[in-house]
């Protein structure tokens, strides 16, 4: 991203991001509500287009490419999209092949293995002929996830993909978006969660970048004060974790 800016209704929704994530790389996007990481996320997907600047993979700016293109490169979980649909929740999952397939082409052996591993990698085999309808929210989101998965994708955009989920799917899910060698960058409002998993974070305000770093260098009391407008402290508990450790709303946040 260079100089990256998106508008809307007359206001600068993402302002002037500059922001290089490496290959392989995790990278956490924190900040408050409205502060503009959807906003990016999709400036990032190709679904807006920058009114400033640029987003560019491997050096090529995107301006103008298809969505069947970036789609060959770049997955993307949005927020929970809900549309009521007749589909089973293995042909949503299939969905994630679409990119490569001509035009008149039905899926072949490559497709049908990549969607195969994609549902038991997220548990959903046993699922996969289930109405997409009579799904759990939780189930949908992992749906959505092996979807992403199944597009091969070189990098995968995730805006908080743990909302729906239990505890354990929480942990599994990050546990395979650390340990996966794609590059990531997901949108989560739980900072343990981001700080444990994440090899960097970058911190929005107000449609900015304001810190990017490793997790310890990014969330400072008085960032957490300043831009989330908590009072809190971080520290480390038993396992090593960075923790954030909330005594309330700030009185006087910046
Ligand atoms: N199409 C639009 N037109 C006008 N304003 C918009 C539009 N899309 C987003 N916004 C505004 O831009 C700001 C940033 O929204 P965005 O959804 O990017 O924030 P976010 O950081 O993802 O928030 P959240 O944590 O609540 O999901 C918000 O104030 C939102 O109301």
């Not at 974790?241 to 700030?250: E, F, H, I, K, S």
């Amino acid at each position: 991203m260079e100089g990256l800016s998106w508008s809307a209704s007359g206001r600068d929704i993402v302002r002037d991001v500059d922001l290089e994530v490496r290959p392989g790389e995790t990278l956490g996007l924190i900040g408050p509500n409205g502060s503009g990481k959807s906003s990016l996320l999709r400036c990032l997907a190709g679904i807006r287009p920058a009114s400033a600047g640029a987003v560019r993979y491997d050096g090529q700016d995107i301006r103008g490419w298809s969505a069947r293109r970036i789609a060959r490169h770049t997955a993307f979980v949005e927020q929970a999209t809900e549309a009521e649909t007749d589909l089973r929740l293995g042909d949503v999952v299939a969905l994630g092949r679409m990119p490569f397939r001509g035009r008149w082409r039905g899926p072949d052996r490559t497709d049908r293995e990549v969607v195969d591993a994609a549902l038991a990698r997220l548990g959903l085999t046993g699922l996969r002929n289930r109405a997409w309808r009579t799904l759990s929210g939780g189930e949908r989101q992992r749906a959505h996830i092996a979807r992403a998965l199944a597009q091969r994708p070189r990098c995968i955009l995730l805006d908080e993909p743990t909302n729906h989920l239990d505890v354990r799917h929480q942990y599994e899910l990050m546990d395979l978006l650390a340990g996966t060698d794609r590059t990531v960058l997901v949108a989560l409002h739980d900072l343990s969660l981001a700080a444990r998993y994440c090899d960097r974070l970058v911190l929005m305000h107000r449609g900015s970048l304001v810190a990017s770093g490793p997790p310890g260098t990014v969330l400072t009391p008085g960032r957490l004060r300043g831009v989330f407008g908590i009072d809190a402290e971080t520290g480390h508990d038993r396992l090593g974790n960075l923790t954030v450790a909330c005594r309330g709303v700030a009185r006087d946040p910046a």
